[in-house]
């Protein structure tokens, strides 16, 4: 895009509130050089937007166990790496995605790739995951443990030693193992007092039940 006009949304990084990640933006002023406004928090700053050196690639995005397809438009030169966040403008939603692997012209899935070798890039939607979630009782019994999912913002951080409540869950948080596709952790599992790690990030997570001691139907 070299030009945009007033009005037009785009995704770009924020210095104020996300300057590591993409947040949708409203142009303010017409060109090439343009001031925006973050809808997240209403910073307003000037952006120089890129030549029209772009192509488009299919992007494949999990949520919940189902997936499907969408376009979108990506400068030429861009490396895409696992592990990476952009924000998806798609028909089903507006929503927050992370690279798992791209998928070469040429054939097979790798870490990274720049977007003009890139058929395919593959994702997972991490704005609100699903956390899988393995509960024993609060009196330390490991032999009868409960698993479900907890929906929750992907955001949101959950540290060893901490009490959370969702609903009519509550528990103490345990131990968790992270994902791989996730970045700034030094290992797979964590189970120290104030450990964390943000919901998008974690694969399992190990817990204590605090609301009930009931648990003979399980």
């Known amino acids: ?28 002023s017409p060109g090439s050089h343009v001031t925006v406004r973050c809808t997240e928090c209403d910073h307003t700053h000037k952006e120089q937007l890129p030549d029209d050196n772009e192509v488009q690639r299919r992007v494949v995005v999990s949520q919940d166990g189902e997936s499907f397809s969408a376009q979108v438009d990506v400068p030429a030169e861009e490396e895409l790496a696992k592990g990476e966040e952009f924000l998806l403008d798609a028909e089903e939603a507006l929503m927050t995605v992370r690279i798992t692997a791209v998928e070469l012209a040429e054939g097979g899935r790798v870490d990274e790739g720049t977007a003009d070798a890139v058929e395919t890039i593959w994702t997972r939607a991490v704005g609100n995951v699903a956390v899988d979630v393995t509960m024993h009782p609060k009196d330390g019994r490991h032999d009868s443990t409960e698993s479900f999912k907890l929906n929750v913002p992907g955001d949101y951080e959950f540290t060893v030693g901490a009490t959370d409540e969702f609903g009519d869950n509550e528990f103490t948080v345990e131990g968790f193992h992270v994902r791989d596709d996730a970045h700034g952790y030094d290992r797979e599992q964590y189970d ?27």
């Open 1 to 28: 895009m070299t030009d945009a006009t007033p009005g037009d949304r785009l995704a770009l990084p924020c210095p104020a509130c996300s300057p590591a990640f993409e947040t949708v933006h409203e142009v303010l």
């Open 192 to 218: 120290q007092d104030r450990d964390s790690a943000l919901a998008k990030d974690i694969k399992r997570l190990y817990v204590r039940d605090e609301s009930t001691t009931a648990w003979s139907a399980w």
